[in-house]
């Protein structure tokens, strides 16, 4: 949930990433031993878990690291995270006017971005318009302002952040009213599962660093695929596979023996981060999540890998 949710690694002795078969995080179902009850189970982690635990399980994670989550980040990736956000809006390129739904977004990295972004875009309309003028008068540039103002006002962009964790959400909103983030922003307590929002209304959705920590990765994209608009795109960004074999064993030697290093040293909470480093293993690879995202039905599926394929950026539209 919300922004970078930690990096995605292995034990160091096995290899690089395990790849699960399409269509989903593993669901297996076992009789219970009283009763012909059926459970079914998924992971957490590295544990096998019932499905109903690990929504409430991942929920106090994220509340216990909710306070310190962006400074675990800053020390965790070395402040690359913040690129490989800004990655994601240049891929994103947004314009005014454009309505936005970022899940699991608690924190507001992608939301305030996205804002950033629209609003370098309707300056350089606005600039762009006044070049117009070969040797204005004072009233016509202000008439022109006053016209490039009412312009904007029609075609206000949005951003909605969506997260199921009230935790992550306080953080957000704090940190907007510390940034003078007051307008275009809404905070919507939601489960990406399930989510709170009629059908074809928005742009673009988005989700960083959280799709693995949901139960059902399918039901997230094809609610992701509902609330979108014909035409509208879907982008996340996840720990993915790093493709260079020595790379990755030092990536995976550094993402086990010190993340939940610092994850006790600066948040006092070892366990959170041992999971989120586990949760990244687990998640499927480049390749297979984008069969993934094809089977919800997106069509022009693609990714960029950043950082060796540390993270990776997956792009599709609904036609």
């Not at 990096?7 to 009283?34: C, E, G, K, M, Q």
């Not at 310190?68 to 956000?85: C, Q």
């Not at 009213?177 to 209304?201: C, I």
Request: with cysteine; glycine share 6%; proline share 3%.
């Amino acid at each position: 949930m919300a922004a970078c949710r930690l990096l995605r690694s292995v034990a160091p002795d096995s290899r690089a990433f395990l790849v699960y078969r399409r269509n989903l995080a593993p669901r297996v179902v076992v009789r219970a031993h009283s009763g012909n009850a059926e459970q079914k189970q998924t992971h957490f982690g590295f544990e096998t878990v019932a499905e109903s635990e690990k929504a409430e399980r991942v929920y106090k994670v994220f509340e216990n690291v909710a306070e310190k989550y962006d400074v675990m980040n800053d020390a965790m990736s070395f402040g690359i995270h913040r690129l490989w956000k800004d990655s994601l809006l240049h891929t994103m390129n947004p314009l005014p006017g454009t309505k936005l739904l970022d899940v699991a977004g608690g924190t507001g990295d992608i939301a305030f971005r996205f804002m950033d972004y629209v609003k370098s875009q309707q300056e350089r309309q606005n600039r762009q318009a006044m070049k117009l003028y070969q040797s204005p008068s004072w009233q016509q540039i202000s008439d022109a302002y006053e016209h490039q103002m009412e312009s904007n006002s029609n075609v206000e962009s949005m951003a909605v952040i969506c997260d199921v964790n009230k935790e992550m959400l306080k953080v957000g909103k704090q940190k907007a009213e510390r940034l003078n983030y007051t307008e275009g922003l809404s905070w919507v307590v939601g489960n990406a599962e399930e989510l709170p929002f009629d059908d074809d209304k928005f742009d673009v959705y988005t989700i960083a660093f959280g799709i693995r920590n949901v139960t059902h990765i399918d039901d997230v994209l094809q609610e992701a695929y509902r609330v979108l608009k014909p035409g509208g795109r879907f982008l996340c960004l996840e720990f993915s596979k790093v493709q260079n074999p020595i790379v990755s064993r030092l990536y995976n030697l550094y993402s086990f023996q010190v993340i939940p290093v610092l994850g006790e040293v600066i948040a006092a909470d070892w366990k959170s981060y041992q999971y989120l480093v586990e949760s990244i293993q687990r998640f499927p690879d480049q390749e297979e999540f984008k069969a993934m995202i094809e089977d919800a039905g997106f069509y022009k599926v693609e990714y960029k890998n950043l950082s060796m394929g540390i993270v990776a950026v997956h792009s599709g539209f609904k036609l």
